[in-house]
C-alpha cells in the first residue's frame, strides 16, 4: 500500500511545487527590484565617498541615468508588449518619480537649497544621487520587462530542442546521467534570477544587449541541457 501511495504523493508534491513556485514569483522579482536598489545606492555612494568617478556629487548618477534612457529612445522603437515603449517608459518613470519623491516631499527638500555647504549639503548631494540611481533603476526594469519576450523565446526554442536530443537518445539506446539533469535544472532559475539581479544593479551604463543576449543564451541552454538529460521513460 506505501509503494502504491509513494507516485502519488510525489506526483502532488510536484504539483504543489510547481503552484508555490508562480505563486511566489512576483514577490521574488520584487525582491530583486528591491534589493538591487539598495545594491546600487550603496555602490554609488561608496563610489561618491572615495572619488571613484570623474564626475562629482551626483553627476555621475544623473548621466547614467540619462544614458539609460538613451537606450530606450533609440533601440526600443517597437516592443510586442506595448504599443510605444518609449512612452510606456517615460511614464513608469515619472509615476515612480511622483509617488517616491514628489509626493512624499523629497525631491522639493532636495532641490531646495542645493548649494548648502556642510553636511546639510552633503546628505543632499547623497540623497539626490540615491534618487538617480532609483529612477535608473526603474529604467532598467521597464528594458527587462520590454526584453521578456526575449528570455521566454530563448526558453521555448531550448526546451524544443532539448526534446529532440532527448528523443534521439531515447530511441538511439542512449545513456542517461541524473547528475546532469538535476544540476542544469537548479540553475535554471538561479541564471534568470541572477542576470537580472546583476544588471539591475551595475553602476554605470552599459547597453542592454551586451548583457541581456548572453544571459538569454545562457539560460535558454541550460533549459535544454535539462530537458535533453531528462529520463527516458516517464
Known amino acids: 500500500m506505501a509503494t502504491e501511495q509513494a507516485p502519488a504523493q510525489r506526483a502532488e508534491q510536484k504539483r504543489t511545487g510547481l503552484v508555490g513556485t508562480l505563486i511566489k514569483l512576483p514577490f521574488t522579482l520584487l525582491w530583486i527590484l528591491i534589493l538591487s536598489i539598495l545594491t546600487s ?7 561618491i565617498y572615495f572619488g571613484w568617478f570623474s564626475q562629482t556629487g551626483s553627476e555621475h548618477a544623473r548621466e547614467t541615468m540619462v544614458s539609460e534612457l538613451g537606450y530606450l529612445d533609440s533601440q526600443f522603437t517597437r516592443s510586442l508588449l506595448v504599443s510605444s515603449p518609449v512612452q510606456f517608459a517615460q511614464t513608469f518613470v515619472d509615476t515612480t518619480y511622483q509617488w517616491l519623491f514628489v509626493k512624499t516631499g523629497i525631491a522639493g527638500w532636495v532641490e531646495y537649497g542645493a548649494d548648502e555647504v556642510g553636511w546639510a549639503g552633503t546628505f543632499k548631494t547623497y540623497l539626490q544621487a540615491a534618487m538617480f540611481v532609483t529612477l535608473m ?22 526546451f524544443t530542442d532539448g526534446l529532440v536530443s532527448r528523443d534521439l537518445r531515447r530511441f538511439g539506446a542512449g545513456r ?8 542544469a535544472k537548479r540553475l535554471v532559475t538561479p541564471i534568470f534570477l541572477t542576470g537580472w539581479l546583476i544588471y539591475l544593479s551595475l553602476p554605470f551604463s552599459i547597453h542592454p544587449n551586451l548583457f541581456l543576449l548572453p544571459c538569454a543564451l545562457l539560460f535558454g541552454l541550460m533549459i535544454a541541457v535539462a530537458t535533453s538529460s531528462f529520463k527516458k521513460y516517464l
Not at 545606492?41 to 563610489?47: L, M, P, Q, S, T
Not at 520587462?145 to 526558453?155: E, G, V
Not at 542517461?176 to 544540476?183: D, K, V
Open 176 to 183: 542517461e546521467s541524473a547528475f546532469i539533469y538535476h544540476h
Open 137 to 158: 533603476t526603474m529604467t532598467r526594469c521597464v528594458i527587462l520587462i520590454l526584453t521578456s519576450p526575449l528570455f521566454l523565446l530563448a526558453a521555448v526554442v531550448g
Open 41 to 47: 545606492i550603496v555602490i554609488e555612494w561608496v563610489g
